[in-house]
């Protein structure tokens, strides 16, 4: 009789780990992937924020080519993975939409020349 209850003390001990080792493993999974999803996001602010400096900074339109969605500056690479890019003149301000990755980051920059 005493074997049979540490036996269903066994079992159910089992049963408690596997599915608390199941719940945590699906959170473990699901803060990495968050945190992949933050990393790209943060990464690519910061090329298009330094790009978008690089451009205030020379504020020469005219030496900024697109093709193969890519942006070059002078026949350099600047920013590659383009996938809408458009240049419009306003007075003194250069207004650029821009995005990236499939539209999966767009912004307008408005820079003053």
């Keep these: 009789m005493q074997r049979s209850i540490v036996l269903l003390e066994v079992i ?4 408690l780990f596997s599915i608390i080792a199941i719940v945590s493993s699906k959170m473990i999974y699901s803060l990495i992937k968050k945190n992949n999803t933050d990393t790209f996001i943060t990464e690519n602010n910061l090329i298009l ?5 690089f451009l ?3 504020n020469d339109f005219t030496k900024v080519t ?4 890519k942006i070059y500056f002078n026949g350099y690479l600047l920013l590659e993975n383009i996938s809408k890019y458009k240049v419009s003149k306003l007075n003194e301000i250069t207004i650029v939409n ?10 307008v920059w408005k820079i003053k020349r």
């Excluded at 159910?12 to 049963?15: E, K, N, Y």
């Excluded at 924020?49 to 400096?53: A, F, I, K, N, W």
């Excluded at 697109?66 to 969605?69: E, H, I, P, R, V």
């Excluded at 821009?98 to 912004?107: G, K, P, R, W």
């Design 12 to 15: 159910i001990s089992l049963l």
């Design 66 to 69: 697109f093709s193969d969605n």
């Design 49 to 53: 924020e330094s790009t978008r400096l």
């Design 98 to 107: 821009i995005c990236v990755y499939q539209n999966a980051m767009c912004q």
């Design 56 to 58: 205030m900074k020379n």
